[in-house]
């Protein structure tokens, strides 16, 4: 499993939990809430009317006085209220009085006149001077039908309980308002819940991305690739420089390993023919074998130049991670320059150099130094494995998206043994005529200069004998 699933995973549970329970706390503190709301004005409303109603229980008229007549009329008269989107049109109150035994002498409901309540708690507990409350089921078997009841003392003139008026209302009235008020807190919470695993969505795709560019930069490096460094934030920027500088620290260690070694082999070739000639011009020799030694002397001297200016270059573009400074080139015109360049290096192999270049073509971007030196080495490889008296040719043309230089000799090709070496650093293969070795230095640095541009090299056998070095750049 992936870490940024993971984190994703243990963040969504984190936060489903904290929901859940604050949801569960929200709701479950809706319904008491409300209702000792409803409690609070019920002990108003039933002090209120115990002292309005102690003038007619004091004369004896309680069921039949101005009291009773006016709770009455209360009960006929429409509201037409309307309380945050709920229609109120009536009174859902029930009053009675009981006397000083728990006998209900008043009952607005009319139902239970004469009706034994010494025992319920809201009567009991006023008649001895307490708080007298309950929450009672008007039908047994329904949890819904509860209705509570809040009671309040009726005294004489002298502060003796000499009854108690009981305000009753049932719990569905506020219902409505629960319900609404539990809904409210639920489409909130999922809205929070929803909001929150957005939020923990986008931070484990963001942690998750930035460990991946990390991890593909050192599959990269590991694998030998060219990449670069991904941006990155915070500490993830810290590691990403620490990796960087941790390769750059390895490869420039096993780097310089590997090229004295290489180096080191390949220079015994050219120093032990310098070494021998130069032991037997120490002795007395015909002029013609003095000239031959002499000339032998000058062309390892020549190959060794050449090995350690292509070895520089090589290194250089090695070492480039990227293009630092791109800009627009014009392949037709490097070209040109390339052959200019390299008109010395054909008259002295003895072949000439046809130039078809397509006009027309679009500029690219990238590094004319390195893209000319590239190309001269295309045409000085052509040039060294061309017969004398040959011709080879220098194309430039556009094939889809790519532009595409092309140069072809007329030589002995490329042998079996060494296909898919040819691009190898240090790969040496025999020059016709003279039976020297090349360093493989030059095809190295064309096919690195190509991978810095997003391009490819290659180097095939062409039909009827012949190689094509072919270089395909984007644009």
Not at 364 to 377: E, S, Y
Request: a neutral charge; charged letters at 25%; glycine letters at 10%.
């Amino acid at each position: 499993m992936k870490i940024g699933l993971r984190i994703f995973l243990g963040y969504f549970l984190i936060v489903a939990l904290a929901g859940l329970l604050l949801a569960q706390v929200f709701v479950a503190e809706v319904k008491p809430g409300v209702r000792q709301a409803m409690e609070d004005t019920l002990v108003d409303t039933a002090n209120v009317l115990a002292e309005l109603a102690s003038d007619d229980f004091i004369a004896g008229r309680i069921d039949d006085g101005d009291f009773a007549r006016r709770v009455r009329a209360m009960a006929r008269r429409d509201y037409g209220a309307r309380i945050w989107g709920f229609g109120k049109r009536s009174s859902q109150y029930r009053i009675y009085v009981t006397d000083a035994r728990g006998i209900v002498v008043f009952d607005s409901s009319g139902r239970d006149v004469g009706a034994d309540y010494s025992r319920w708690n809201d009567v009991y507990l006023t008649l001895r001077g307490r708080y007298g409350a309950r929450s009672t089921r008007s039908q047994y078997s329904s949890p819904d039908s509860t209705v509570m009841h809040v009671a309040a003392p009726i005294r004489d003139g002298h502060g003796k309980v000499i009854g108690v008026l009981t305000v009753a209302k049932p719990n569905s009235a506020i219902e409505p308002f629960i319900a609404r008020s539990q809904g409210v807190v639920l489409r909130w919470g999922a809205l929070l819940l929803g909001v929150s695993l957005l939020v923990g969505l986008i931070a484990a795709w963001w942690l998750s991305r930035q460990l991946g560019q990390l991890r593909r930069y050192a599959n990269g490096v590991t694998a030998g690739e060219r990449v670069t460094l991904p941006d990155a934030a915070g500490e993830f920027g810290d590691l990403g420089q620490a990796l960087e500088t941790m390769r750059a620290r390895l490869e420039g260690k096993q780097y310089v390993e590997q090229y004295v070694h290489t180096l080191t082999h390949e220079m015994k070739s050219p120093l032990a023919a310098i070494r021998g000639s130069a032991e037997l011009l120490e002795g007395p020799l015909e002029e013609a074998d003095r000239i031959r030694f002499a000339a032998a002397i000058r062309s390892q001297s020549d190959r060794l130049a050449q090995m350690i200016d292509k070895m520089l270059a090589l290194a250089a573009v090695e070492h480039r991670q990227r293009l630092e400074q791109p800009e627009p080139v014009e392949l037709a015109a490097l070209a040109d320059e390339a052959v200019a360049q390299c008109a010395t290096r054909l008259a002295r192999a003895g072949v000439a150099l046809d130039v078809d270049l397509q006009a027309g073509l679009p500029s690219l971007r990238g590094d004319p130094f390195l893209l000319r030196q590239a190309l001269i080495n295309l045409i000085e490889n052509a040039a060294d494995f061309a017969p004398a008296g040959s011709r080879i040719e220098l194309v430039l043309q556009r094939e889809g998206e790519r532009q595409v230089l092309e140069v072809r000799d007329r030589g002995a090709g490329i042998p079996d043994y060494a296909q898919g070496r040819v691009f190898e650093r240090f790969y040496s293969l025999p020059r016709p005529g003279n039976g020297s070795r090349s360093s493989g230095l030059g095809l190295c640095f064309v096919a690195e200069v190509a991978t810095l541009h997003g391009g490819e090299a290659t180097l095939r056998n062409r039909d009827g004998g012949g190689a094509v070095a072919r270089l395909a750049l984007p644009g």
